[in-house]
């Protein structure tokens, strides 16, 4: 527990090593990458970066975060709805599991400009922010994050298999092409599969003699199933009436019994994606069999909405090859570091995507992760700010992996308010309300604190 050996008090740049470049890695390589006194490098394992074709949302906090990273006029011109749009609906809940037209049971409106922070315990409104859903294809979202890397950062088909810890503090990592890197900092955003997690859970539980600790390290099947696919605009067919499919102007959100089916556009408008929910709750936690994502045949998916309500069939006949995944979740952890090694984004709280946040949690900790690390001068200020992201992260990210659980139930009619149309209703307003409750600035502030003040329980 001494500042001496080599690292960032030696004159060293203190050298971070982030291990997965997808949206959470990318956005915390972003973040620290303007900071000269700092060595990042990012090791991917794919060949280069990807994100699959398919539709991601955030929410408000996520995106006043973009604006805090100066990248707000980039997300802007691929995002819909663009967030100075009027346009202020969450999610249209329908109940549409019936051959008969279906109809609404609950509106979730989030207007624009109605949004709360916590000031000394007071509400207050910012009208600055924002709180619809604002709306993006994944490619073009992670390209922001791309283009801003600077050169030289990335690595790829760089796959860690493994990490230690020298004598003299330093961390080695192992790639699978034999190659090894070393760093003073190593992030573990590799993703809900993360070996960085695998790992640093393994050795806690021999460690400790725990083996509860080991039932972190497997991801959880949630006895769910989703079919994904994106549609043009042009292609939906139009109601009887002539006018467009509902969900092309409005996030919709169709329910039934152990099913539902979420809709909305994306690319300026001119992509509707969509994903659809199988569930067998009875199943959460068993093994899932087999891979967890796999192409699928068009009939699979219209089999399992076959006596909704027209417009949902009608939208997903346009699907043209679907995917089909089984979603699984983190069991939500204990710690997120251990001796200079951090996790963050699914590697840390892998989520199903119930609220629509698991990358927008990946983002909150890149953004949170970034403001500490850079102010980092000692070791022993190192763990102090791992403690405090820690500190600062875990609760949140943890009560969202179960709220998107429990949401997923609810959409499914399946909760514990059934279909009690006025008890679900307040129940999925209520769901939503974290987004808004937590202000960043509160958040990043009190990290701030903690990580100044002296900790007792550093971890080294
Ligand atoms: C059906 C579905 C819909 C979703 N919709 C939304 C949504 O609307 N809004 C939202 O916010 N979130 C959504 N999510 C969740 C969101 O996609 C994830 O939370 C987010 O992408 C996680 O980002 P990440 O960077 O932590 O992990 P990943 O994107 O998984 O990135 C991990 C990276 O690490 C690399 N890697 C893995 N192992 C290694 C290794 N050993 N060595 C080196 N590199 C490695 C991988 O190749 C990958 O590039 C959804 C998820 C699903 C399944
Ligand atoms: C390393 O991992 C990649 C997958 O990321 C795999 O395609 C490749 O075959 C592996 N290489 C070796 C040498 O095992
Ligand atoms: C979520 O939290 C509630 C309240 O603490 C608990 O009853 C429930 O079992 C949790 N759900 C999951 C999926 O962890
Ligand atoms: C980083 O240091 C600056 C300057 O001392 C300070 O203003 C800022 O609050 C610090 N940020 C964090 C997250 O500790």
């Known amino acids: 527990m001494t500042n001496t050996g080599p690292g960032p008090v030696a004159g060293i740049k203190l050298r971070i090593a982030i291990c997965g470049g997808g949206i959470g890695g990318l956005c915390l390589a972003v973040s620290l990458s303007r900071y000269a006194h700092l060595?990042?490098?990012?090791?991917?394992?794919?060949?280069?970066?990807?994100?699959?074709?398919?539709?991601?949302m955030i929410w408000a906090r996520t995106w006043h975060i973009l604006e805090k990273m100066g990248l707000a006029s980039e997300f802007s011109k691929i995002a819909h709805a663009p967030p100075t749009g009027a346009q202020g609906v969450g999610f249209?809940?329908?109940?549409?599991?019936?051959?008969?037209?279906?109809?609404?049971?609950?509106?979730?409106?989030?207007?624009?400009?109605?949004?709360?922070?916590?000031?000394?315990?007071?509400?207050?409104?910012?009208?600055?922010?924002?709180?619809?859903?604002?709306?993006?294809?994944?490619?073009?979202?992670?390209?922001?994050?791309?283009?801003?890397?600077?050169?030289?950062?990335a690595h790829f088909g760089k796959r860690l298999t493994s990490y230690s810890?020298?004598?003299?503090?330093?961390?080695?990592?192992?790639?699978?092409?034999?190659?090894?890197?070393?760093?003073?900092?190593?992030?573990?955003?590799?993703?809900?599969k993360s070996t960085i997690r695998a790992q640093m859970y393994r050795e806690a539980a021999d460690t400790a003699h725990d083996q509860s600790l080991m039932r972190y390290i497997e991801p959880v099947w949630t006895g769910t199933m989703a079919y994904r696919g994106?549609?043009?605009?042009?292609?939906?067919?139009?109601?009887?009436?002539?006018?467009p499919h509902?969900?092309?102007?409005?996030?919709?959100?169709?329910?039934?019994?152990?099913?539902?089916?979420?809709?909305?556009?994306?690319?300026?408008?001119?992509?509707?994606?969509?994903?659809?929910?199988?569930?067998?709750?009875?199943?959460?936690?068993?093994?899932?069999?087999?891979?967890?994502?796999?192409?699928?045949?068009?009939?699979?998916?219209?089999?399992?909405?076959?006596?909704?309500?027209?417009?949902?069939?009608?939208?997903?006949?346009?699907?043209?090859?679907p995917t089909r995944w089984a979603?699984?979740?983190?069991?939500?952890?204990?710690?997120?570091?251990?001796?200079?090694?951090?996790?963050?984004?699914?590697?840390?709280?892998?989520?199903?995507?119930?609220?629509?946040a698991g990358a927008g949690q990946a983002i909150e900790d890149g953004f949170v992760l970034g403001h500490l690390l850079a102010n980092i001068t000692s070791k022993m200020q190192l763990f102090r700010s791992l403690d405090a992201y820690e500190a600062i992260r875990l609760p949140t990210a943890n009560s969202v992996v179960n709220g998107s659980y429990e949401s997923g139930m609810m959409?499914?009619?399946?909760?514990?308010?059934?279909?009690d149309y006025a008890t679900l209703g307040p129940a999925i307003q209520r769901q939503w309300k974290w987004i808004n409750e937590i202000s960043l600035e509160t958040e990043l502030e009190f990290a701030s604190r903690l990580a100044r003040s002296p900790s007792p329980n550093a971890k080294l």
């Not at 043009?232 to 009887?240: G, H, S, T, W, Y």
């Not at 556009?265 to 067998?280: A, L, P, Y």
């Not at 979603?327 to 989520?351: C, E, Q, R, S, T």
């Not at 959409?411 to 279909?419: A, E, M, N, Q, R």
């Open 39 to 56: 060595d990042i490098n990012v090791y991917e394992s794919a060949g280069q970066f990807r994100e699959i074709g398919a539709g991601v």
């Open 92 to 153: 249209d809940y329908r109940r549409s599991d019936q051959p008969c037209e279906g109809f609404r049971f609950k509106l979730v409106e989030m207007p624009y400009g109605v949004c709360f922070s916590i000031h000394n315990r007071h509400a207050v409104l910012t009208s600055d922010s924002l709180c619809q859903c604002i709306r993006f294809h994944r490619a073009e979202f992670l390209d922001v994050f791309v283009n801003h890397l600077p050169p030289g950062i």
């Open 165 to 192: 810890r020298n004598s003299n503090g330093l961390i080695s990592l192992i790639f699978n092409d034999s190659s090894s890197a070393i760093c003073d900092v190593l992030i573990g955003a590799d993703g809900i």
């Open 230 to 243: 994106l549609v043009r605009v042009q292609d939906i067919p139009r109601n009887k009436d002539g006018s």
């Open 246 to 321: 509902r969900t092309i102007g409005v996030p919709m959100m169709y329910c039934g019994k152990g099913r539902h089916v979420v809709s909305y556009s994306i690319s300026q408008g001119d992509i509707v994606n969509i994903v659809t929910f199988v569930s067998q709750p009875e199943k959460h936690g068993q093994h899932y069999d087999g891979e967890w994502v796999t192409n699928c045949d068009k009939q699979e998916l219209l089999d399992c909405y076959a006596n909704w309500e027209p417009e949902v069939g009608s939208l997903l006949k346009c699907i043209d090859k």
């Open 327 to 356: 979603i699984h979740h983190v069991n939500p952890l204990p710690f997120y570091h251990k001796d200079g090694v951090v996790l963050m984004g699914d590697a840390a709280h892998a989520m199903s995507p119930h609220q629509g």
């Open 411 to 419: 959409y499914d009619l399946i909760s514990k308010y059934g279909d």
